[in-house]
């Protein structure tokens, strides 16, 4: 029975930040690599972000230098810290965990399991 819940979501204006969090329950957590995703209206789901079992990231180019992924093992819960936000930014955001070991897999199919969002929004 795995659980993927996101928090932290939220308006925003344009410059601020945002962090989310996603606490994981009925899986080891250690075994999986974690990713973020968004989806605006209308959109595909677009990778975001991702971290693998051992610590590397990866980010996506709309995002990379303005966000963050971590992970805490101990805590079954991975963040994402966003700064530098932007109206473009407005998305459903959501978390994933798969079991792809090595390298952060920036594909949507490649996660086994998602939370169900949390809503950011940025005002212009």
């Known amino acids: 029975q795995v659980q993927l819940l996101e928090s932290g979501g939220g308006l925003v204006q344009t410059g601020g930040s945002l962090r989310l969090s996603c606490a994981a329950s009925g899986l080891t957590f250690s075994s999986y690599a974690m990713g973020w995703f968004h989806q605006a209206p209308g959109k595909e789901r677009e990778f975001v972000a991702g971290?693998?079992?051992?610590?590397?990231?990866g980010y996506g180019a709309s995002v990379k230098g303005r966000f963050t992924i971590s992970r805490d093992n101990a805590k079954n819960t991975v963040y994402l810290q966003m700064n530098s936000l932007n109206p473009e930014d407005t998305a459903v955001y959501y978390c994933a965990a798969t079991r792809i070991p090595l390298v952060v897999p920036n594909n949507p199919h490649q996660y086994l399991y998602w939370g169900q969002g949390t809503q950011v929004t940025v005002s212009s």
């Open positions: 971290i693998s079992r051992s610590g590397d990231t």
